[in-house]
């Protein structure tokens, strides 16, 4: 009955988009009737509510009370999901200001004298609007308003014209800023908790450990992560548009022919080029350059673009009169202002102590108050001028509110969806598919394709992702990152704006074309242009690279970068290393034998035993590092035969487990069947036959896995555990031969400091027999304290808390104390004679030695990522490693 009522579900919702009936009320409007018609039915025919939802039900739902109509709520609660409004405002408020008008009649005469130039003009603007307006009405609209007449006049083919047109305008989804990103990186959020719960699992079920290694984790996203990843992708796209349009232009001059500018490529000419250019390009600068340099979250990044639109319309509305740059440049004059205080002065207000810190802060408020003036006369302009500022918001208000209704209304049907067994459904058929992860992935982008001939980009995003982003990130086959998926996922909605019978783009441009342009001629156009984004696709789904290596580089290069240390970055650092060994093994060997030389005969005595047991373990690294490759390429031939059979045998397994959770949910009706339970006799005994079929299907599966299995299941895990084992064997031998170098080297350091505090150690013998218990305790901890900051001074520090005991007990013992203070200055006179002796003698060999094996054997000890390292780990970690075979 589940079933049924999914399928009511589904018919019910198509239904309703297909009449025509608002996407905001249809998805959570099919949800309802369907649960109120299974609720129903279950009361009636089987005496419970929830006796037809496979999950759940009406009765445990509202057992929950508020907890779960607030986790319906929370749908669109979540901070990612700011930015929305944000990014809508910047885009109306450009289009408004008629930017985009300015930019295509500027770039096409400029581009105009080249074969294709006027196509190659507008898909250069539309790259350009997508990364500051990303609203494709407004983008299709005064394209064709605007290029499309020139380019017939020009004879231009009308479907290469309108198809550039359409085209064009939809790379704001995909480009960023895009509220698609935004969308899916909200749902990617929640899918990639289920995927983690989903992976860890079978993890479990796999290998029966309670706990999964934490590289094998999946990976989330954020909305900036998404940003940065469809970055590559947009421009990989903004390419194979322009490469099209020059191809067929000099293949076929006929279709594209060259516009001569029949003005002058004067010094006037590059002013205009340059003024038009240059206030888009700096907005997207500081829009996308603040969340690639980490300055900014995307939320913060969206509030930096719409005060940014908002100060361009303000100069565009009154161009041409006097005074019109005058907010503009005042703006622009206090971001310089406050960007030169910054650089000079440390601005905080809560920690204002010198004269200087008071003068930053002054320059900081005058050039924040430049600022605000600015926004706010720019603001007036917006709001007198045509009531622009008016027209925005409600515009801005409609959009953002459609977004946030529809996102409630796709969690109800999501909810339902699963309520009635769907997800699980569509888990089973994912998973029942031969070819693995890629036939899912390649079933999946085919539906999502599909669905873009009906379906707006919103609707998909929140209904489709749901269900199946879980299923994809789960599969540890692939282990794809949730930003590729997010990408894949929006370079294949992006389809859905030119997918004939429904798509928007080409309603746009139907609005604005003359009635010279059939509506036939615009569906040839887009054809060839819906080929090259499935070609882009192709590109990015094979290249993963493309996605992953933007958010992981800034990632690994920002202040807050995860140190050498962390568990997901072993791997790639150990490719690095054994690189960096293979070029370079003979000079570090050679500055080791170097090292093994240094005198340490005057170093305390356990600083010099773990001093000279590093080297031995620096050379044991060179070694271990190869293990590392030997034990690797051991694991790859053996994987060649059991990768098969492992395949075979977890697909029997979890063949089994999925009948062995429906016998479950069987044994749960036979519980409560009966005269007084809640189900019939006569379904508690079709229950009961029903066990005895899936037991039978079950022992059958598992005696399909092959009698040998567990040998050659051990065999494999002996090599992968000799590949664990290398691995862990020399990161111990790293972190052994460099710490106790880096150790020696800060205590060296830290003799000039040490030698600073001389005079109040002595101090403290004249102050113990002058001085009440009071007054020593009081007068000692100052020395106390800057003992704790010199590296290598805890043995000091400790005889010196003994005298300072002694002289707090109850008590007071001061010849206790006077025997602390003596051996705290033997100690000292002990520990600044050879640490003297170091700063000269060792600390220069040390140096030199730490300079050789800092970026290889010592890469794991440093707090963080050098650079080379940093870059190198950020492209080997964008590839996707298949980790299925410690499942």
């Known amino acids: 009955m589940e079933l049924l009522f999914l399928a009511l579900l589904v018919l019910i919702m198509a239904i309703a988009l297909g009449s025509g009936f608002p996407v905001a009320f249809a998805l959570p409007g099919s949800a309802i009737i369907s649960i109120a018609l299974a609720a129903a039915a279950g009361y009636l025919f089987a005496g419970n509510m929830d006796a037809y939802f496979a999950q759940g039900g009406p009765g445990q739902w509202l057992s929950a009370g508020v907890t779960n109509f607030r986790g319906i709520y929370w749908e669109a609660d979540r901070d990612t999901l700011i930015a929305i409004p944000l990014f809508v405002f910047m885009g109306i408020m450009l289009q408004r200001s008629k930017i985009a008008e300015d930019l295509l009649i500027t770039m096409a005469q400029l581009f105009g004298p080249i074969p294709g130039g006027l196509g190659i003009s507008v898909v250069f603007v539309g790259a350009l609007l997508a990364a500051t307006t990303g609203i494709v009405g407004a983008t299709v609209v005064a394209m064709g308003l ?38 899916l990186a909200d749902q990617l959020a929640s899918a990639v908790d289920q995927a983690a719960t989903a992976r860890q699992t079978l993890y479990r079920e796999s290998t029966g450990e309670l706990t999964m290694p934490s590289d094998f984790a999946v990976t989330s996203t954020s909305a900036g992560e998404m940003f940065l990843g469809a970055f590559l992708p947009g421009l990989v796209l903004v390419g194979l548009y322009m490469a099209f349009i020059l191809t067929v232009a000099l293949i076929r001059p006929s279709l594209a022919p060259a516009v001569p500018y029949e003005g002058e490529y004067d010094r006037k000419f590059v002013g205009k080029v340059l003024v038009t250019l240059i206030p888009p390009l700096a907005l997207i600068f500081l829009v996308l350059g603040s969340i690639i340099g980490g300055i900014a979250t995307v939320n913060q990044a969206g509030a930096i673009g719409a005060v940014g639109a908002m100060i361009m319309a303000g100069y565009r509305l009154r161009e041409g009169e006097k005074g019109a740059f005058t907010p503009a440049v005042i703006a622009l004059l206090a971001l310089l202002g406050l960007a030169v205080v910054l650089g000079f002065y440390e601005i905080n207000v809560k920690n204002i102590q010198t004269p200087e810190d008071v003068t ?20 007036w302009r917006t709001l007198t001028i045509e009531e622009t500022l008016k027209g925005v918001m409600i515009e801005t208000a409609k959009t953002t509110s459609l977004v946030f209704i529809i996102l409630l209304g796709a969690a109800m049907l999501t909810s339902a969806f699963r309520a009635f067994g769907g997800e699980d459904l569509v888990k089973e058929f994912l998973g029942g598919l031969p070819g693995g992860f890629w036939t899912q992935f390649v079933i999946v982008m085919l539906v999502i394709f599909v669905l873009g001939f009906f379906l707006d980009f919103i609707e998909i995003a929140v209904v489709v992702v749901p269900i199946v982003a879980p299923i994809l990130l789960a599969d540890p086959s692939a282990n794809i990152t949730a930003v590729w998926l997010g990408v894949m996922i929006g370079l294949n909605i992006q389809t859905s704006f030119l997918t004939p019978p429904f798509g928007f783009a080409l309603f746009y441009l139907r609005g604005v074309a003359p009635a010279v342009v059939k509506t036939l001629d615009m569906y040839k156009g887009v054809i060839a242009f819906i080929a090259l984004q499935l070609v882009a696709l192709v590109i990015v789904g094979t290249n993963p690279g493309l996605v992953n290596y933007l958010p992981n580089r800034v990632s690994l290069l920002s202040e807050t970068a995860p140190p050498p240390q962390n568990p997901r970055l072993q791997y790639c650092i ?56 030997t034990a690797e390429a051991a694991v790859e031939e053996a994987a060649t035969d059991y990768r098969p059979v492992h395949r075979l045998v977890r697909g029997l397994e979890r063949d089994a487990r999925r009948i062995d959770r429906e016998i479950e949910e069987l044994e749960i009706i036979v519980r409560r069947s009966g005269p007084n339970g809640v189900y019939s006799e006569t379904r508690g005994e079709r229950a009961r036959e029903r066990i005895a079929d899936l037991e039978a299907e079950r022992d059958a599966l598992l005696a399909q896995i092959p009698g040998n299995w567990d040998d050659v299941h051990d065999a494999f895990i002996g090599f992968g555990q000799a590949e664990q084992t290398a691995r862990r064997d020399y990161r111990r031998a790293v972190d052994d031969a460099y710490a106790p170098v880096a150790e020696v080297v800060a205590i ?120 080379e390292q940093a870059l190198f780990i950020a492209s080997c970690n964008s590839s996707h490693r298949d980790i299925s075979l410690n499942f």
């Open 360 to 379: 930053g802060v002054i320059l900081a408020v005058i050039a924040v108050s430049l600022l605000m003036l600015a926004l706010i006369w720019s603001g």
């Open 748 to 867: 060296v350091g830290s003799t000039d400091v040490l030698a600073a505090l001389e005079a109040d150690i002595r101090a403290l013998s004249d102050l113990l027999q002058t001085s009440t218990p009071e007054a020593f305790v009081e007068g000692i901890e100052p020395v106390r304290q800057a003992l704790g900051d010199v590296e290598g001074g805890s043995d000091i520090r400790s005889e010196v808390n003994a005298a300072r005991r002694a002289m707090r007990a109850r008590t007071p013992d001061p010849e206790a104390a006077r025997e602390a203070i003596a051996a705290a200055v033997a100690l000292f006179e002990t520990e600044i004679e050879w640490r003297q002796r170091a700063q000269t003698d060792l600390l220069p060999a040390l140096a030199t030695y730490d300079e050789a094996i800092r970026d290889t054997i010592g890469l794991r000890g440093q707090p963080r990522l050098p650079r």
């Open 146 to 183: 605007i290029s499309l007449p020139a380019m017939l006049r020009n004879n231009y083919s009308t479907p290469l014209a309108t198809g550039t047109i359409a085209a064009s305008g939809t790379l704001g989804q995909i480009i960023p800023p895009s509220i698609v990103l935004i969308i």
């Open 574 to 629: 150990e490719e690095f290393v054994y690189e960096r060994v293979q070029m370079e093994g003979d000079q570090i060997r050679g500055a080791i034998s170097t090292a093994r030389g240094i005198d340490i005969s005057y170093l305390p005595e356990d600083l010099r035993d773990e001093l000279a047991e590093s080297f031995d373990k620096a050379e044991e690294a060179l070694t271990l590092i190869g293990d590392i490759k």
